[in-house]
């Protein structure tokens, strides 16, 4: 075994010679054109060494943005529907670097198809820009990520699962857009569309998510994400589609298995869905699945962390936290934990240190806080949906907790909205 170590120790000198050989051998087997560039953006080794290829070249805007967010994670960009790109950053001998995997098609690209992506480059020529794309090799989004895989795990000694790689993605969907769509929900509950799901994942999934076993359910995630939970259609963004609504109803269950009420879960699961339906791109339909997995999983767990209380107390704030908008009082909960409502009370203050009037007055003020904030309902909708009496009593009831008026918060809400984004 030494021996042989330092035979490859002989033939490589540097390990820039070996990340170079092993970009020779990654393009002979995937036939994706690979380009590393220096912290100056001057090509350092590109392959391959093809006439079609010579003076192409990514524009400086296109390569720009691939560098500037792979100085984060590694970076996974689409363009036109039709062309894949990803970048990851190295260092070596404390000097930055950037490989560029791609360009990589999603399908079969026609000479009409062109003109939208000639931009893209420094050559305008559209003959030449044609001859180089019919070179290129067509790839499904999770193909090319496994290369992308066997890139990082090459350079940078580490490996990066699926589950992983679209997490890393995450800021291109703002966490608002999320918020935002599951407090309109509210409004408009729509029924949640299930994809069959065997028996036997779906236990695999529930008991990770019970668990908090991370590490398994990004396994079980890369999986599906893989194509082996079924072929559910044969074009691949409805394939992706209805993969993620599969696993949206499976993690739900597993949600509600591990404390989540049902409701919470169902409709969290929902707001997801309906985001998924409006992606155009497979990578951002999984970027969203990724994100579903982890944050029911996550708010399971902090349920699971605040469950000090006794169970009646526990049941009766999942209660109240899952119908604000219906009528809530002492007596309605009690029947629902089985108590009378004198012992509740007593039971409740005791342990929550506050009385249950105040402990749901609180709770709607919280929650008309987030649909000020995340919806356009109008002052008397926030009111009514909340289940005030009136529009005045919850004014006074915002006022006594927040120490402003509904529409005081809302306009401090948006100014400081307005100053983040200038900022």
Known sequence: MKKREMEIDMKFHNDWERICEFCKLLYEVSQIPILILDECGSSRFFCPSLPEFQGIGLSQSIAENLIAHAKQCPVLQTYHSILSYACISFFRDNRPYYLILGPALLG????????????????????????????LPIH?????????????LTILGEGIGLSDFFIAQQEQLPQEA???????SYFSQKELTNMPVSFEHEQMFTECVKTGNTAELKRLLDSYISGTAGTLSSNPLRQSKDTCIAIAAVIARAAIAGGMSAESACRLS??????VESCTEVKDVYMLCARLVFDLTERVANLQKQNTYSEPVTQCIQHITDHLHEDLSLSILAEQVQLSPRYL???F??????TITSY????????AQNLLLLSDQSFLEISNFLHFVSQSYFIQIFKRYTGMTPQQYRKRG???SKANRLG
């Open 140 to 152: 499904n989004t999770v193909q090319f990520i496994r290369y992308t895989q066997m890139l990082h």
């Open 349 to 354: 203050k005791q342990e929550t240190g506050s």
């Open 178 to 184: 999320i918020d935002r769509a599951l407090e309109s």
């Open 360 to 367: 749901i007055q609180q709770a709607r003020v919280r929650e």
């Open 108 to 135: 079969e690209i026609s000479q009409s198809k062109i003109s939208s992506v000639a931009p893209l480059y420094t050559c305008q020529d559209t003959h030449r820009l044609y001859n180089a794309a019919k070179q």
């Open 345 to 347: 009370s007593h039971l």
């Open 414 to 416: 948006q100014r400081l």
């Open 270 to 275: 929902d707001v997801y869905v309906q985001q």
